[in-house]
């Protein structure tokens, strides 16, 4: 299957900072995008969908000027954090895919953030 | 609302038996895609297997097969002869046009293999 990958794998930053996560799909154009957050021992939830050169499209609850979503690119979205607080620690997961309907979506590795 | 439910938070299977895990889906859409991720330790989601509702035959893939019952709404997943590496949090997705093609989970179902 294609290869995405997010980056950093885990990030740890102090309360009030941000930090940038990174989306990159290394052998495949990825028209969207997506993100989901998933708590410990709980399942993903999709926080926004991002098609490439839109605005993304988040799900209700999420507050998109806390969570800053990029799709510049047909190969990178990145999610920023802003103003973290330790409720926002958890982990992060994006996945990608190429337009059609049957076409499959494809995760990266994840990111485990963690705000002290 | 759509929803997927997994019904069984943990299951146990002993190596080299077979094991069923449960999910039903509530949707209003006729054109959807079903599936189950394994997401082992790592935490890395691994796809198992896949349906489109369109198609009647069961999908299977190696060891794993499904069992779909569209006028039910219910698609299983069965493992057969579990291997120890099968232990991970097995989740139950389905996908529509009209959600954007993002995934939809369930709660998801721990499996243990033992020895």
């Known amino acids: 299957g294609a290869v995405v990958s997010q980056h950093p794998s885990w990030v740890i930053c102090k309360s009030g900072t941000s930090v940038k996560i990174e989306c990159r799909s290394l052998d495949f154009q990825a028209t969207t995008m997506f993100w989901y957050r998933q708590f410990p021992k709980q399942s993903l939830m999709l926080m926004a969908t991002?098609?490439?050169?839109?605005?993304?499209?988040?799900e209700q609850g999420v507050e998109k000027d806390k969570f800053l979503i990029n799709h510049a690119s047909l190969t990178l979205s990145t999610l920023t954090v802003t103003s973290a607080h330790p409720e926002d620690s958890s982990f992060y997961i994006c996945?990608?895919?190429?337009?059609?309907?049957?076409?499959?979506?494809?995760f990266g590795q994840g990111t485990r953030l963690t705000v002290v | 609302a759509q929803t997927v439910t997994q019904s069984q938070p943990e299951m146990s299977v002993q190596e080299a038996e077979t094991v069923t895990l449960s999910c039903t889906y509530d949707t209003s859409e006729s054109d959807y895609y079903l599936f189950w991720y394994k997401q082992p330790p790592s935490r890395q989601m691994i796809l198992v297997i896949r349906?489109?509702?369109?198609?009647?035959q069961n999908a299977t893939e190696n060891r794993f097969s499904v069992n779909f019952q569209k006028a039910a709404k219910s698609f299983s997943l069965k493992i057969s002869d579990s291997q120890l590496g099968d232990a991970a949090m097995y989740f139950c997705a389905y996908r529509t046009s009209d959600s954007g093609y993002a995934l939809n989970f369930g709660k998801g179902t721990s499996l243990l293999v033992t020895p």
């Open positions: 349906q489109e509702a369109y198609k009647q």
């Open positions: 991002s098609n490439e050169g839109s605005k993304a499209t988040y």
């Open positions: 996945s990608a895919r190429v337009g059609g309907k049957n076409t499959e979506a494809f």
